[in-house]
């Protein structure tokens, strides 16, 4: 009878040992396939990566904010911060100068992955930083136009104590090409826009070889699925009540809808988003970091928008760069708002702006005569 248990026991043992041998084998399979698909992925995303230029040029110790606190530069590392700069560039053949009509800070959350955005209003009366004439002021596109990327990051950090030190460039084309690819975005349109849409859209079509259907005439406001040429073209609008404060709404918008449709979107529409656009930006990301945000990008969530300066006024003031009149954006006051800057962005309810951006401030109000807090 003590046998008969011994040997029921040893072919139990038996059955153990070989279900945890079958199970040790599969584990090690799906391993094996696990990292087998991660080194394709890479692969992949390695080979997308080369389609878009990277600019060599562009240090980021040359950029860097020395100006900010320690406790400001550890608040700011738990993000990712970069510059958005979306280009008037007709011939489409560089992306060093240009105007920068959309200028744009992002901000990702490294924790969380939220994704917020502010657009800096093209005409936003500030300081150029690294021109012949340090003291100049001028509109916040001047920096791009007359010093490229390096420039317009610079301006950006010396203005709103940011410490940004990587840029992405893209023009017309990049933007009408993406939103083709995926389907369209849906907009609603108003009345007066649609006048000033199909207007734009003439020379849109023109600059990116892409073609529309003109816009119905509305006596009411109604929603549209606009394709590529129609969508860029209601992000350059800007005769409208509300004027380039408006504009950079309609930009944000465009943008977040894109981002919302490429998040949704399968494997085969994201491998042409990739391939049609890649080859028409500009950045100084590196692979590494390229292939890091790639992999990451299905994690990310649009978070909320705004506008910089939050408040402003919009008034006419001599440019001393540009040696004329200009009508400009002015910060009411500039270090107010970079104080709402940096709890929109970051969540610094009590920061406290550096003495350069307070010299920045003063002067701008020296110049223009205007103070304190205004609504547009």
Not at 148 to 170: C, H, W
Request: charged share 25%; proline share 2%; net charge negative.
């Amino acid at each position: 009878m003590a046998r008969k248990q011994d040997g029921l026991e040893n072919t139990g043992n038996k059955k153990v040992k070989k279900a945890k041998k079958i199970r040790r084998r599969i584990f090690l399979v799906c391993a094996e396939l696990m990292i087998l698909g991660g080194v394709l992925a890479w692969f992949w995303a390695d080979s997308k990566m080369d389609k878009i230029t990277t600019d060599n040029t562009f240090v980021a110790k040359e950029v860097k904010n020395v100006e900010l606190t320690k406790e400001t530069q550890d608040i700011l590392g738990g993000y990712t911060t970069f510059a958005l700069f979306g280009l008037d560039n007709r011939d489409g053949s560089t992306y060093n100068s240009g105007n920068s009509d959309v200028i744009m800070v992002a901000r990702i959350d490294n924790k969380t992955k939220e994704v917020r955005l502010v657009s800096v209003y093209r005409d936003t009366f500030l300081k150029m930083a690294d021109l012949d004439n340090t003291e100049a002021y001028s509109k916040a596109n001047a920096a791009y136009a007359v010093g490229g990327p390096k420039q317009a990051v610079r301006m950006l950090n010396t203005n709103l104590d940011l410490d940004i030190q990587e840029y992405v460039s893209f023009d017309f084309s990049a933007v009408a090409e993406a939103i083709d690819i995926l389907g369209g975005v849906e907009v609603e349109v108003t009345p007066e826009e649609a006048g000033h849409l199909n207007n734009y859209c003439v020379e849109t079509s023109k600059v990116t070889g892409k073609t529309y259907e003109p816009l119905p005439e509305l006596t009411e406001p109604k929603s549209f699925t606009l394709n590529g040429v129609q969508a860029v073209s209601y992000g350059r609008i800007r005769y409208t009540m509300g004027d380039d404060f408006k504009r950079t709404e309609r930009q944000r918008l465009v943008l977040n809808k894109m981002v919302e449709k490429a998040l949704k979107s399968d494997v085969t529409t994201i491998n042409k988003l990739i391939d049609a656009v890649f080859p028409k930006i500009q950045t100084s990301l590196g692979k590494t970091e390229l292939i890091a945000m790639a992999m990451d990008a299905f994690n990310y969530k649009m978070g909320e928008n705004a506008g910089f300066p939050f408040d402003l006024r919009n008034v006419v003031v001599d440019i001393a760069y540009q040696k004329e009149d200009v009508d400009c954006v002015i910060p009411a006051n500039l270090a107010s708002n970079v104080k709402q800057l940096h709890d929109f962005l970051y969540g610094t309810t009590s920061y406290t702006v550096t003495e350069s951006v307070q010299s920045i401030s003063d002067e701008i109000e020296y110049r223009t005569g205007i103070s304190g807090e205004s609504s547009e």
